[in-house]
Antibody
């Protein structure tokens, strides 16, 4: 069965960077992209971007351009999200999510989430 | 890209049916049928309930159904049960993918 397992919670100071991992299993990693979605406390879902498991191509939401880097290691079936210049409003739960299939435009499988807290 | 508009809350008694609307524009919801719905219980990751506006993934109860007309998509929950109490988000997939709705809290009275 498809599983996405994320790294543990992080506490960072303003201005620092954070790197969250998402290890996939139960399917061929190169066949699907991985999306990153975040949720601030008590708020809604916000799509951050996508990375291809096949060739590493990325598509970032405009809001995060210049501050985010998504990478993928096919040898370990792991996707990474790096967010730089952290601010207090980056405090959120960060989820990785896999497309249900290449055509449906839906997120069929989700990681358990990684809480990132930004505080001085 | 602005968030899609959902009612903040919807409630119903056990056994009743409720409908959650999701209003966008001709650039997102009205552009194609790539609308999905997610259920999120407190402290849990979202779960896909409807994809391509109408279809249920394997394992999702047939009490959940989706529809779309023009720039508005809807999620209907029939035979409301206590376990359906959760937050629900719609989502539209367009050229700049995955625009989410504002979210709706469903309360079972």
């Amino acid at each position: 069965q498809v599983q996405l397992v994320q790294s543990g919670a992080e506490v960072k100071k303003p201005g620092a960077s954070v790197k969250v991992s998402c290890q996939a299993s139960g399917y061929t990693f190169k066949s699907y992209g991985i999306n990153w979605v975040r949720q601030a406390p008590g708020q809604g879902l916000e799509w951050m971007g996508w990375i291809s498991g096949y060739n590493g191509n990325t598509n970032y939401a405009q809001k995060f351009q210049g501050r985010v880097t998504m990478t993928a290691d096919t040898s370990t079936s792991t996707a990474y999200l790096e967010l730089r210049s952290l601010r207090s409003d980056d405090t959120a739960m960060y989820y990785c999510a896999r497309d249900l299939d290449p055509y449906s435009g839906s997120l069929g499988y989700w990681g358990q989430g990684t809480l990132v807290t930004v505080s001085s | 890209q602005s968030a899609l508009t959902q009612p903040a809350s919807v409630s119903g008694s056990p056994g009743q049916s409720i409908t959650i609307s999701c209003t966008g524009t001709s650039s997102d919801v009205g552009n194609n049928n790539l609308v999905s719905w997610y259920q999120q219980h407190p402290g849990k990751a979202p779960k896909l309930m409807i994809y391509e506006a109408f279809y249920r993934p394997s394992g999702v109860s047939n009490r959940f159904s989706g529809s779309k007309s023009g720039n508005t998509a809807s999620l209907t929950i029939s035979g409301l049960q206590a376990e359906d109490e959760a937050d629900y988000y719609c989502c539209s997939y367009v050229r700049t993918p995955y625009v989410f709705g504002t979210g709706t809290k469903v309360t079972v009275l």
